[in-house]
C-alpha cells in the first residue's frame, strides 16, 4: 500500500506531465488550420476521421448522411478540442457542439476561426471535469469525442469515467487513440516523429497509447459497448489517409449504452 508521501509523488508526476502536454499544444495551435503548414497530414487525417464520425452518428441516431443538415438537434461535446478541427464540420451539419480544451491558446485560436468561417460553437477554456458543475454538462450531451486526447493524459480511467457522465441516455461516446504495439512504435513515434518530421519530436510517449481490447474493457465498467470501429492508415508515397476495417496504428471505437 502507497504511504501519503508516495501518493502525493505519484500525483505530482501526473500533474506534471499533464501541464508539460497542455505546454506543448499552446505552441502548436496557431498551425493547425494552416492547409499548407507543416501539420498539413494532421488536416488530411481530420477529413479521414471527420467522415467516419459523421457516417457513425448518423447510423446511431438514424439519420440520413445525404440530408442537407443530418446532425440537426444533437447535442455534440469534443473533448480536447483543440483549435476546433473536428467541431466546426460538425456544426456545419446543424449540430449544436461544444468544445473545451486545456490550453487557453488552442480556444483562442479555434474562437478565431470559428467566428471568420461563420461557425456556431460554444468553446469553453476548461477541462473536461470542469464541465460537470456546469449547467451545460449537467444537461448532458447525445455524443462525447475524445479523439487523439487520452494517449496525452495521466489518469485515463478518470478522464473515460468523466466523458462516460457526460453521455446522455441512448447517446455515444467516440473514442480515437494510437494502439499500444511494435508497429504504432515504429510508425507514430519513429516514423512519424523522427524519418517523415510529421510532428514534433516528442509529441507522443508510447506508454500512453492504449490497445483497442483495453479500451472496450475500460468503457464497459460504465455500461457501454462498441458498436462501431475503424482504422486508420497513412501512405507516405501518397499522403493520403485511409480508414481500415480493423484498428490499425490509429483507430477509432464508438461506443454506446
Known sequence: MLDKSEKNYIATRASEHTKAELERFNALAEEWWNPNGKFKSVLAFNAARVDVIIAGICEHFQRNKAAQLPLSGLRILDVGCGAGLICEPLAKLGAEVTGVDG????????????????????YHHALVEDLLAD???????????NTEVIEHVANQNE???????LVTSG???VMATLDRSIKSFL????????VLNMLPRGTHDWRYFVKPSEM?????VHGFKPFRQKGFAFNPLVQEW???ATPNVNYMQMFCR
Request: proline share 0%; with cysteine.
Open 135 to 145: 449547467n451545460a454538462g449537467r444537461q448532458g450531451f447525445d455524443v462525447v469525442l
Open 171 to 173: 447517446g455515444m461516446l
Open 216 to 220: 472496450i474493457d475500460k468503457l464497459s
Open 103 to 122: 490550453s487557453e491558446m488552442n480556444i483562442a485560436v479555434a474562437r478565431a476561426h470559428a467566428e471568420s468561417s461563420g461557425a456556431n460553437i460554444t
Open 242 to 244: 485511409r480508414v481500415k
Open 187 to 194: 510508425v507514430a513515434i519513429v516514423g512519424a516523429e523522427y
Open 159 to 165: 478522464l473515460i469515467a468523466t466523458c462516460a457522465n
